[in-house]
């Protein structure tokens, strides 16, 4: 079956760094994409990857390994407003996008 | 407004009874998708749309009818509710198949 892993819930401090990680196996890949959502909102496009490496957008980062079925988000000098759910999503050999269930990030002061 | 909007925003009703959930793009996107997010499960895919007139099932299309006469329209029918499918539903388009998915504010509905 199709399964996208990323941790559930994880804590961190205003003005770290905090890395996000998500593991996946599909039927067929055709690119990775990084959601952001905050609570009773909608999802918002981040980030996608579809080649293996680092793709930096501002304090956002976003790596791919394919090989490895990996993928990890960054976050650099972390604010209040970074308290959300990030979503890992893998578009699958049909095109349709498998989402993984969220990790919720609780920035503290 | 441009964007992609749904409606109701908030729904109750009983179990039985059909019910239907809007959502419209101005961008003329062609593809057009429905979600469900449950507590502890990522986005499921309900149904999609690559142009008007063409719907295909995704994940969990049972108990769902969709339709796409006008491109910028893709009503959700809940042809007889039920519990289970108390959720959030959101909508979504994109240009292309492979690019990102823009969400529209999400529709909270609840089955009793």
């Known amino acids: 079956g199709q399964n996208i892993d990323q941790p559930t819930e994880m804590t961190a401090t205003e003005g770290a760094i905090v890395q996000i990680n998500c593991t996946y196996q599909?039927?067929?890949?055709?690119?990775l994409f990084w959601y952001q959502q905050h609570a009773g909102e909608a999802p918002t496009f981040l980030s996608y990857?579809?080649l293996d490496g680092l793709e930096e957008k501002g304090r956002f980062s976003s790596f791919l390994s394919r090989s490895k079925g990996y993928s990890y988000l960054l976050l650099k000098e972390l604010q209040m407003k970074d308290s959300a759910s990030y979503l890992c999503?893998?578009?699958?050999?049909?095109?349709?996008?498998?989402w993984g269930a969220g990790t919720k990030l609780i920035i503290k002061p | 407004d441009a964007g992609i909007t749904q409606s109701p925003r908030y729904k109750i009703t009983e179990t039985g009874r059909q019910v239907t959930l809007m959502c419209h793009q101005t961008?003329?996107?062609?593809?057009m998708f429905w979600y469900r997010q449950d507590l502890g499960h990522g986005l499921r895919l309900i149904y999609y749309?690559?142009?008007?007139?063409?719907?295909d099932k995704g994940e969990v299309p049972d108990g769902y009818v969709v339709s796409r006469s006008k491109t910028e329209n893709f009503p959700l029918t809940l042809e007889s509710a039920t519990r289970s499918q108390t959720s959030v539903y959101f909508c979504?388009?994109?240009?292309?198949?492979?690019?990102?998915?823009?969400f529209g504010p999400g529709t909270r509905l609840t089955v009793t």
């Open positions: 599909t039927s067929g890949f055709n690119g």
């Open positions: 990857n579809v």
């Open positions: 749309s690559a142009a008007a007139d063409i719907t």
């Open positions: 999503a893998v578009m699958d050999s049909n095109y349709q996008l498998i």
């Open positions: 979504a388009s994109s240009e292309a198949e492979t690019y990102e998915q823009y």
């Open positions: 961008w003329s996107h062609s593809y």
